[in-house]
């Protein structure tokens, strides 16, 4: 069981105290820490706010089911292929599933926490621009999120099945409460976070197997569909809001170092000689 919200944001402003307390220290490990203290603050206070928006209850619930529907219309305009389907053909494989239901429940979290460590200790100079993406992305899909949509295996009459609940690997409870909120199908955070972090390691990574990672947001993809949390296009949009936070961060940047360039530097007085 992952943290409540208010146990995170005590966490988040513990890590707060500590960091900015030890920004002013003489040792030089002591600042190194301040650092790590100060970033491990901000991810946990966007942790919190992720755990506390998940426990809001969705009002007009209603409405999650037709939006489902919806999804599934404009997916066969697309010719994108039956989440069901691909469903059918692990059921019979009782160890996938189970193996799919934990990936689905446990993964995501740390995976993004050992992501963020790695990015801030190897690469301190490219960490701030994931950082940000990280905040731009998980902001949006809160957005998206206030409209509710089901995910495919409360989509009744759909022949999903929910393969957490059949091997009693749930994490959620009733309809809008639990550790997440169920009809917050679109879009994927699951496969969003898993994104920007295959992004990342193949922009910052020199190492030649770093295109492994590949393989993360694909596996993840696979999860959510046959465990019946999220149709693909639940996924698409994901990727989409990577790139296009990505792009926000980038052209923030941009304008921030040309309104630094458009306001010269005040200039130095220039030292007058006296006479002896």
Do not use: K
């Amino acid at each position: 069981m992952w943290l409540s919200w208010d146990n995170a944001a005590l966490l988040a402003a513990a890590l707060g105290v500590v960091g900015l307390g030890a920004r002013r220290a003489r040792d030089r490990a002591l600042r190194a820490t301040s650092a790590f203290a100060v970033e491990a603050s901000l991810v946990a206070a966007l942790y919190s706010v992720w755990q506390f928006v998940g426990q809001l209850p969705h009002r007009g619930v209603g409405g999650a089911m037709g939006h489902a529907r919806w999804i599934v219309h404009v997916q066969r305009l697309l010719l994108l292929p039956s989440e069901r389907v691909l469903q059918q053909e692990v059921l019979g494989h009782p160890l996938i599933v189970q193996a799919a239901n934990v990936f689905y429940a446990v993964v995501h979290v740390p995976a993004l926490g050992i992501f963020l460590v790695w990015l801030f200790a190897r690469h301190r100079s490219r960490y701030p621009r994931y950082r940000n993406a990280l905040a731009v992305l998980t902001f949006t899909c809160f957005l998206i999120h206030l409209i509710p949509v089901a995910p495919p295996r409360l989509l009744a009459g759909s022949g999903f099945v929910d393969t957490a609940v059949r091997y009693h690997q749930s994490v959620y409870g009733p309809v809008g409460t639990g550790i997440s909120d169920q009809v917050s199908a679109m879009p994927s955070l699951h496969l969003a976070w898993a994104c920007l972090i295959a992004v990342a390691v193949i922009q910052v990574s020199p190492s030649r197997w770093r295109w492994l990672v590949l393989a993360h947001p694909v596996l993840t993809m696979y999860v959510v569909v046959v465990t019946g949390n999220h149709f693909w296009l639940d996924g698409i949009a994901a990727a989409i809001l990577v790139a296009a936070s990505l792009a926000l961060v980038d052209g923030a940047g941009r304008l921030r170092r040309r309104r630094r360039a458009a306001c010269p530097a005040p200039e130095q007085p220039r030292p007058t000689l006296q006479r002896a």
